[in-house]
């Protein structure tokens, strides 16, 4: 079985969203290994002197347990486009370290920066982020994710966006999108233009 990762973001020495991250490692490891115990990865996580100012992301690679945690400095990636990619038997409901499905659908992406993965006729995900639409009035996002994302969780429980069924002919009620994940925070992602997706 695939090694299982979180990546976090680290802001100024603080660890964003970390109760989130803590419920899907803990939830991986009982579903996948039978852990009684619980992580707590605040406890877990030795932050070094050198990455306390700016931002970062702290990637944590477990199974059982915590196997290595590893910081880099972040610099986001800017999309601009999307291309619509069909996949009906992919499964991505783990963050795997093993991507290879995703980076094999990504490398279909020709001239867009970042593709939207449609399986069975729903939007779902990128080829790493939740997804959100905006329809003029409020914020929405697939009900039928590949992967619950932090991020998304967080959105969702405290009301800034809802959930629902979004189907590729939907699209077009939509004004703009925006990716979400741990390191891509809803406000400061950039907005990306709905005539910007396509096939």
């Known amino acids: 079985m695939s090694l299982l990762f979180e990546t976090i973001r680290l802001q100024d020495g603080i660890l964003q ?33 050198t990455c306390r100012q700016g931002l970062y992301k702290c990637r944590v690679t477990y199974s059982k347990e915590v196997k290595s945690i590893d910081f880099e400095p972040y610099l986001p990636h800017v999309v601009k486009s999307l291309r619509l990619i069909e996949d009906n038997t992919i499964l991505y409901n783990y963050k795997y370290t093993n991507r290879g499905s995703l980076n094999k659908l990504l490398t279909k992406r020709e001239r867009f920066d970042e593709i939207i ?6 939007i779902t995900d990128t080829s790493y982020s939740n997804i959100v639409f905006f329809d003029g009035t409020k914020w929405l996002t697939p009900s039928t994710p590949l992967l619950h994302g932090t991020m998304r969780s967080f959105l969702l ?13 939907d699209l077009k009620q939509f004004q703009k999108a ?20 396509g096939y």
């Open 17 to 49: 969203n970390i109760e989130y991250h803590n419920i899907r490692l803990n939830h991986s490891r009982k579903s996948l290994y039978k852990s009684p115990d619980e992580i707590d990865l605040e406890q877990v996580i030795q932050i070094p002197s």
């Open 157 to 169: 429980e405290n009301n800034l966006i809802s959930e629902m069924p979004i189907k590729v002919a």
């Open 117 to 122: 993965i449609v399986k069975k006729g729903y």
């Open 178 to 197: 925006r990716l979400i994940n741990a390191m891509n925070p809803f406000e400061a992602g950039k907005d990306i233009k709905i005539e910007k997706i």
